[in-house]
DNA sequence: AAATTACGTCAACAGTACTGACATAATCCC
DNA sequence: GGGATTATGTCAGTACTGTTGACGTAATTT
């Protein structure tokens, strides 16, 4: 293991460059930055027994009280097994509740409870405290110009799943299907 | 599992709000965009039986060809234990050489292989392709701006390692094939 | 010579994802 | 009415990536 095995090629000891205009930096920047930022919860996380998947459900039924299993796992892009166990959990330890839908009974909307909405704001605190510093430490006067950065980089198909939430219309229950 | 159980706190129906000056918008964007950011290489991924480990060791090998096993496992955060599977893997399969340390023989310098470069590049292309697609989408006209923001979300102590890299990316716009 | 360092490796385990299969209740449609 | 479909739940097995702890070896340091 000390040195190359006789078949394997020979060593390259120039470091990758943009030669092909590919964005190296901002690939990079992009790793750490999207490290350190869910590093925050995941210390408040696991005085829980929680993951970063119990966050992420816990973040979008705050932000869209009501939204059905379905759409979670739409929201999510993972697979109902996968969410099961973290939505039981969330669930048990009173964090989330579920209603029969109204119109569809066998439908069950996601509610945050009070207690599931101090998490997910507890959560979130160091990561905002994190973005207001960053947008400021790197002088950027528009936010907006970051927003509309991160959502360009979200494929197409998805950007409309963005836009469901009411951004300052706090209280009206929206657009469910 | 209809209904909330006797015990369970109350739905809270209300979306929550920036009320607390939460930067909900962006948190949600910042996952959003890095998941399908991350999305592009994987398919590759798969093709050779890699994840995304692998892809993030291979980047930085050939970001810093010669970087120690320690050096990696410091920028990674990983363990040893964690690196060693995926490590072993891509020396396997002739992605990445070792050479025993000039100063130290304890040491082993990992370098790309030219398989490992071409694999890198493969994996870096479609990422920067959605930078690039990103930038303009959005009317970025100055990419460092976007850079800025992005190194000022890594926690201080850590930006000192992602300026090692030698040959700076400033004077690049794009070109992208 | 002893201690430390760099690396490798074995074992066990956790968290999160996947596929496939099957069950139940509710709704839809002919 | 009754069959098909839908929404959800659940069981079983598996993969990938991460963890901790322990131990071994060679090289370097003290």
Same mark, same amino acid.
């Given at each position: 293991?000390?040195?190359?095995? *006789? #078949?394997?090629?020979?060593?390259?000891?120039? !470091?990758?460059?943009?030669?092909?205009?590919? $964005?190296?930096? &901002? &690939?990079?920047?992009?790793?750490? +930055?999207?490290?350190?930022?869910?590093?925050? *919860?995941?210390?408040?996380?696991?005085? =829980?027994?929680?993951?970063? +998947?119990?966050?992420?459900?816990?973040?979008?039924?705050?932000?869209?009280?009501?939204?059905?299993? @379905?759409?979670?796992? $739409?929201?999510?892009?993972?697979?109902?097994?996968?969410?099961?166990?973290?939505?039981?959990?969330?669930?048990?330890?009173?964090?989330?509740?579920?209603?029969?839908?109204?119109?569809?009974?066998?439908?069950?909307?996601? =509610?945050?409870? #009070?207690?599931?909405?101090?998490?997910?704001?507890?959560?979130?605190?160091?990561?905002?405290?994190? &973005?207001? @510093?960053?947008?400021?430490?790197?002088?950027?006067?528009?936010?907006?110009?970051?927003?509309?950065?991160?959502?360009?980089?979200?494929?197409?198909?998805?950007?409309?799943? &963005?836009?469901?939430?009411? !951004?300052?219309?706090?209280?009206?229950?929206?657009?469910?299907?």
């Amino acid at each position: 293991m000390t040195d190359r095995s *006789p #078949a394997a090629g020979k060593p390259i000891r120039t !470091a990758i460059t943009d030669e092909d205009g590919i $964005d190296f930096a &901002i &690939i990079e920047l992009f790793f750490f +930055a999207y490290r350190d930022f869910t590093s925050d *919860p995941d210390q408040i996380l696991a005085d =829980y027994g929680f993951g970063r +998947a119990h966050h992420r459900v816990l973040h979008f039924v705050n932000r869209r009280p009501g939204l059905t299993v @379905a759409e979670l796992l $739409d929201v999510l892009k993972i697979t109902k097994q996968s969410l099961a166990r973290v939505l039981k959990q969330l669930i048990d330890t009173d964090h989330i509740v579920q209603l029969q839908g109204p119109r569809d009974r066998r439908q069950r909307e996601l =509610y945050p409870t #009070a207690k599931g909405r101090a998490l997910a704001l507890a959560l979130a605190r160091p990561q905002s405290r994190r &973005i207001r @510093a960053a947008l400021e430490d790197s002088g950027t006067t528009e936010r907006t110009s970051i927003e509309r950065f991160l959502e360009a980089m979200v494929n197409p198909e998805l950007r409309a799943q &963005i836009n469901i939430v009411p !951004a300052q219309t706090s209280g009206k229950k929206n657009g469910d299907h």
